[in-house]
């Protein structure tokens, strides 16, 4: 199978975000009626802001180590891999999750990357020693 390109990965991104935003406005639920219905103020508390992180990290982490793709991937056809083509470990994911992170920092650089890269393989593949195949659907008969 051949590694995914820049525009598949990123319809996959935008499937997967607004997952995490729901996932967010969940998580956010206690806390507003914690706070008798007023907002949170995100900059002053805490818990709140790791709470949050802890979503982001386990819906990604947790799709990747269980089988290799979230909803979004899933969608489009990707999987992803180690180079033996197994499932990523949860080292293996997690390394990829905070290189994903590094790979967005540089107004997104290392996603850009793949455009130049031989294999198609953006800075956090290259980190984490995964890769994001496509496995096209198979035709109807």
């Known amino acids: 199978m051949q590694n995914a390109g820049l ?17 967010l ?9 914690l706070r008798g219905g007023e907002p949170v ?15 982001v990290y386990g819906f ?3 799709f990747w ?14 999987q992803l891999e180690t180079a033996s083509g197994e499932i990523p470990s949860f080292a293996a994911a997690s390394l990829r ?11 997104g650089l290392g996603f850009l990357w793949s455009l130049w890269d031989k294999d198609n393989l953006a800075w956090h593949d290259r980190i ?7 496995y096209p659907k198979p035709e109807k008969q």
Do not use: C, K
């Open 7 to 23: 525009m598949r990965r990123f319809a996959a991104i935008t499937y997967d975000m607004l997952l995490v935003a729901a996932l």
């Open 25 to 33: 406005f969940i998580a956010t639920i206690p806390f507003i009626a």
């Open 41 to 55: 103020e995100v900059g002053d508390n805490t818990l709140y802001r790791v709470v949050l992180a802890i979503v």
């Open 60 to 62: 990604f982490v947790g």
């Open 65 to 78: 180590t269980r089988s290799g793709r979230t909803l979004g991937m899933q969608s489009w056809g990707l």
């Open 97 to 107: 999750f905070f290189a994903a992170i590094v790979s967005w920092a540089p107004a």
């Open 128 to 134: 984490s020693g995964t890769r994001l195949v496509y």
